[in-house]
DNA sequence: TTAATAGTGTCTATCAGACATTATTAC
DNA sequence: GTAATAATGTCTGATAGACACTATTAA
């Protein structure tokens, strides 16, 4: 750093640009009872005072974008951010000017994916956290309609493309668990048969354990086989949903 | 709004929370003589005064995202905002706290595509802008480095399955100029007869005008005929970098 | 025994890519 | 004429999806 950018930092008035607060909000997924499900929390105050919303808040003075989301992720389910079976990116940014009518505030939104995850712990703060089945959101708060619409927009198309379907099952999972998964996010029946051979053919998608389910399915059927989220990062040929048939114009 | 609102609102303070700068920074990508071009503006100021960066700058007080880069872009290259062959799209946000010395600045970045602009207009405020081959890109100031290697990737994938290759082109435009954006972003050589072929077989992308070109290319063939861009949104099915195929892992 | 399920086999239409061919133009 | 290019044709291997079939298990 040169003296003339020293000199200038030692003057540099923060103040002097409008005031904006940025804060993280996730959109958590997960999957229960056969039912895609997000993480909402009631708003314990004001603005939108008793509405749902999704979890989040500001960010902290030295804290990562991401760290943040993972923090407040993290004290809604008590889901360890080490947690490696959790999946956590960005989604969008959301500042439109009189998006929080307490101030000009920046959202940064996350997209979590996770297995399914134990009931939120209610906060010291008081605020009630449930999980709610996407079908069943009603109205939310801010621009929350907004974020989650998109985040299930993503979710939809990164199960095409990448292995992130895994991260909704647990270590060791059969095909037939991951096509529950697809069929509850494209909310798509799906051929049995050409998802059992399409998924095997993917390199790395997933890797068999050599070992087979203690029994079989609850209404019959054989012992399935045991797989595990193999290495690869993007899935080539991808699965697509089948209903993109038609070009969205 | 309840009166328990407005009194909360009456009584907020703004200033409770760490200070935090809001701006936008915008990867504008062109194509000059054959070469995927993005605009740098050389800092005029500390931090990194002397340096290349991405254009960009604060989000004015009631000014939306998306408003803000736009304007950013406008102020460097003089381009109307109201281009209908401009497309911008939001790219990430990039917040890490250390990542301009100054104070907290979160940059939310926007990816600009657009046909080949004129050159960049100096501002009132002498600031030297140039549009730079990426291949000749060297550091960049802040994180830019990051934000641009992002923006390259994303421009890559949105020309496999969005038609945004056309806003690189004018408004008619040949498949072989097509061809060339495409050889362009994604630095391959493309079979000139299969791509004519795919181009034309993926509904919306293109659409013909009746016309052909005035003369034929600059080392003899025939005129070719001229398109201009369809109505898809999307591409089914979609156009596949060739070098994909090695899985990602 | 019956019904459901896991996993595999087969067939067909479609598509990507390699390669060839024809017509048209600049020089 | 010669070389380059636009546009189209042909062939092959790979793949998605429809459908069929066998083996295995719960009830």
Same mark, same amino acid.
């Given at each position: 750093?040169?003296?003339?950018? /020293?000199? =200038?930092?030692?003057?540099?008035?923060?103040?002097?640009?409008?005031?904006?607060?940025?804060?993280?909000?996730?959109? $958590?997924?997960?999957?229960?009872?056969? /039912?895609?499900?997000?993480?909402?929390? !009631?708003?314990?105050?004001?603005?939108?005072? @008793?509405?749902? $919303? %999704?979890?989040?808040?500001?960010? !902290?003075?030295?804290?990562?974008?991401?760290?943040?989301? &993972?923090?407040? +992720?993290?004290?809604?389910?008590?889901?360890?951010? &080490?947690?490696?079976?959790?999946?956590?990116?960005?989604?969008?940014?959301?500042?439109?000017?009189? !998006?929080?009518?307490?101030?000009?505030?920046?959202?940064?939104?996350?997209?979590?994916?996770?297995?399914?995850?134990?009931?939120?712990?209610?906060?010291?703060?008081?605020?009630? /956290?449930?999980?709610?089945?996407? @079908?069943?959101?009603?109205?939310?708060? =801010?621009?929350?309609?907004?974020?989650? &619409?998109? @985040? %299930?927009?993503?979710?939809?198309?990164?199960?095409?493309?990448?292995?992130?379907?895994?991260? =909704?099952?647990?270590?060791?999972?059969?095909?037939?668990?991951?096509?529950?998964?697809?069929?509850?996010?494209?909310?798509?029946?799906?051929?049995?048969?050409?998802?059992?051979?399409?998924? +095997?053919?993917?390199?790395?998608?997933?890797?068999?354990?050599? &070992?087979?389910?203690?029994?079989?399915?609850?209404?019959?059927?054989?012992?399935?086989?045991?797989?595990?989220? @193999?290495?690869? !990062?993007?899935?080539?040929?991808?699965?697509?949903?089948?209903?993109?048939?038609?070009?969205?114009?």
């Amino acid at each position: 750093m040169t003296v003339n950018e /020293a000199e =200038f930092l030692a003057s540099y008035d923060p103040r002097a640009y409008p005031p904006v607060a940025v804060t993280v909000d996730v959109v $958590a997924f997960t999957i229960r009872q056969d /039912a895609l499900t997000v993480l909402l929390v !009631r708003r314990a105050g004001p603005p939108s005072e @008793g509405m749902w $919303a %999704l979890p989040g808040g500001f960010v !902290r003075e030295w804290e990562d974008l991401s760290t943040a989301a &993972a923090r407040e +992720l993290a004290e809604e389910t008590g889901v360890a951010t &080490a947690n490696r079976r959790l999946h956590l990116e960005q989604l969008g940014t959301y500042g439109a000017p009189d !998006r929080d009518p307490r101030m000009r505030v920046v959202s940064v939104a996350y997209l979590a994916f996770a297995p399914d995850l134990p009931d939120p712990v209610s906060g010291s703060d008081a605020r009630v /956290a449930a999980w709610t089945p996407v @079908g069943e959101v009603d109205r939310l708060a =801010f621009d929350h309609g907004t974020i989650l &619409a998109d @985040g %299930l927009d993503r979710a939809r198309s990164k199960l095409e493309y990448t292995p992130l379907a895994t991260t =909704f099952v647990g270590e060791e999972f059969t095909i037939a668990e991951l096509r529950a998964v697809y069929e509850t996010v494209w909310d798509e029946q799906l051929h049995a048969g050409n998802f059992h051979r399409k998924v +095997l053919s993917v390199p790395g998608f997933v890797e068999s354990t050599g &070992a087979v389910t203690e029994r079989g399915g609850s209404r019959g059927g054989p012992r399935a086989k045991l797989y595990r989220a @193999g290495d690869a !990062r993007l899935l080539h040929p991808a699965l697509l949903m089948p209903s993109k048939e038609e070009t969205v114009r």
